[in-house]
């Protein structure tokens, strides 16, 4: 069974520039989720979709981070404008369902300069 | 709010001892208890988990029992290999919840 697929696996930009990440789920997972790790931290979410809705994005900074699930499979995390804090891991994980088992994906580090 | 709170690292330990990582929670309800590890440059693989009290999760040799009266989860290996070295998350997942994470703990273990 493949995993969860996320792409580039690393990107650096600078500070103000906009950056994209891509996440594909594990084929019929219908909750989807996009967690930042910090250097040092335990992973923080972000943004949880229950197929293509929203479920949970009150800790998005959603004046500069945006993310959309179209057809309720694939993803995309954007970031407009990034500032430096925002240099971190971007993580994506699916599971089934929202209580059962979520596989994580090797992540997006992005360094912002 | 939920909460997890787990030992600091780096643990170093050389091989074949014996590893505790201490981890505790706060939580509404009845959560699910979770360790994932973090090899290097790999996302997080879920190691063990604890639906109820008094259910220990093991896997790979790892084990960790879930206490409610302590609010632990502590995770024990009897005879830790180079291959372990890692980072070792705790997290928690109650009700409707997303999971929540501890900080990790930094394991390495030396020849």
């Known amino acids: 069974e493949a995993g969860v697929a996320q792409s580039p696996r690393y990107k650096i930009i600078e500070k103000r520039q906009s950056v994209a990440f891509w996440c594909n789920p594990i084929?019929?997972?219908?909750?989807l989720y996009w967690y930042q790790q910090i250097l040092g931290q335990g992973p923080k979410l972000l943004i949880q979709?229950?197929?293509?809705?929203?479920?949970?994005d009150s800790q998005l900074p959603k004046d500069r981070f945006s993310a959309e699930r179209l057809k309720g499979v694939d993803s995309t995390l954007k970031i407009q404008p990034a500032k430096l804090e925002d240099s971190a891991v971007y993580l994506c994980?699916?599971?089934?369902?929202?209580?059962?088992?979520?596989?994580f994906g090797q992540g997006t580090r992005l360094t912002v300069v | 709010g939920d909460s997890v709170t787990q030992m600091e690292g780096p643990v170093t330990l050389s091989e074949e001892a014996f590893l505790t990582i201490n981890c505790t929670y706060t939580a509404t309800g009845y959560p699910s208890l979770f360790w994932y590890v973090q090899y290097p440059g790999e996302g997080l693989q879920l190691l063990l988990k604890a639906t109820k009290a008094d259910d220990k999760g093991s896997n790979k040799g790892f084990e960790a029992t879930y206490r409610k009266e302590t609010t632990s989860f502590h995770l024990e290996k009897g005879s830790v290999q180079v291959s372990d070295s890692a980072v070792y998350f705790c997290a928690l997942h109650s009700g409707y919840s997303t999971l929540t994470f501890g900080k990790g703990t930094m394991l390495l273990v030396s020849p």
């Open positions: 084929s019929g997972h219908a909750t």
């Open positions: 994980a699916s599971s089934l369902e929202t209580n059962t088992e979520a596989f």
């Open positions: 979709f229950q197929n293509n809705g929203v479920v949970d």
